[in-house]
T-cell receptor, first 114, second 114 residues
Framework: DQQVKQNSPSLSVQEGRISILNCDYT??????FLWYKKYPAEGPTFLIS?????DKNEDGRFTVFLNKSAKHLSLHIVPSQPGDSAVYFC?????????????FGKGTKLSVKP | DVKVTQSSRYLVKRTGEKVFLECVQD?????MFWYRQDPGLGLRLIYF???????EKGDIPEGYSVSREKKERFSLILESASTNQTSMYLC?????????????FGSGTRLTVV
């Protein structure tokens, strides 16, 4: 059973508009969440993260929101640029995650059209 | 500035061959992971290792084995390659006790089994 779910396999957005990528999780013990970005033929790269004690973290055009009661987080990209076109993976830190285990969602492919 | 290196970017092997995928990290990380990425299936964990000579099965270990003789090197072995093992393979590493740093991924190896 998937503990981290990204229910939208793909998303298409116009350049300059906002992109919102969603992620749901089932385990209330998750204490840290990360977003990774992946281009074709490359490994994923870390984008932004948030601790469960916060509800928002911002880094330039990227903001992650966490709603613990709904077990939901979202990544906002404003304004979207064609270079943002990639697959985005949501990840959560497993309970007792001192050994650095992450659980990944299946990813959402974002396409930003010029 | 390369931190996680996968020995091959592209590999073509024949069915039944024994295949070795090599991964080296230079960050002195304790934890290393092997994933495969397939469209619509996201990142699936094959094996991971918390320490030298230690290994743990992930979600899809069948048909694979691993070797970790040195801290910096984690090898994935396909005992007898099959066409359903055609995939993008990703190696990652992380530091124990530092889940906030997430994973560092290699660039991936695109394996085609014919």
């Amino acid at each position: 059973d998937q503990q981290v779910k990204q229910n939208s396999p793909s998303l298409s957005v116009q350049e300059g508009r906002i992109s919102i990528l969603n992620c749901d999780y089932t385990n209330s013990m998750f204490d840290y969440f990360l977003w990774y970005k992946k281009y074709p033929a490359e490994g994923p790269t870390f984008l932004i993260s948030i601790s469960s004690i916060k509800d928002k973290n911002e880094d330039g055009r990227f903001t992650v929101f966490l709603n613990k009661s709904a077990k939901h987080l979202s990544l906002h990209i404003v304004p979207s640029q064609p270079g943002d076109s990639a697959v985005y993976f949501c990840a959560a830190s497993a309970p007792g995650g001192s050994q650095g285990n992450l659980i990944f969602g299946k990813g959402t492919k974002l396409s930003v059209k010029p | 500035d390369v931190k996680v290196t996968q020995s091959s970017r592209y590999l073509v092997k024949r069915t039944g061959e024994k295949v070795f995928l090599e991964c080296v990290q230079d960050m002195d990380h304790e934890n290393m992971f092997w994933y495969r990425q397939d469209p619509g299936l996201g990142l699936r964990l094959i094996y991971f290792s918390y320490d030298v000579k230690m290994k743990e099965k992930g979600d899809i270990p069948e048909g694979y084995s691993v070797s970790r003789e040195k801290k910096e090197r984690f090898s994935l072995i396909l005992e007898s390659a099959s066409t359903n093992q055609t995939s993008m393979y990703l190696c990652a590493s992380s530091q124990t006790g530092s889940v906030t740093d997430g994973y560092t991924f290699g660039s991936g190896t695109r394996l085609t089994v014919v």
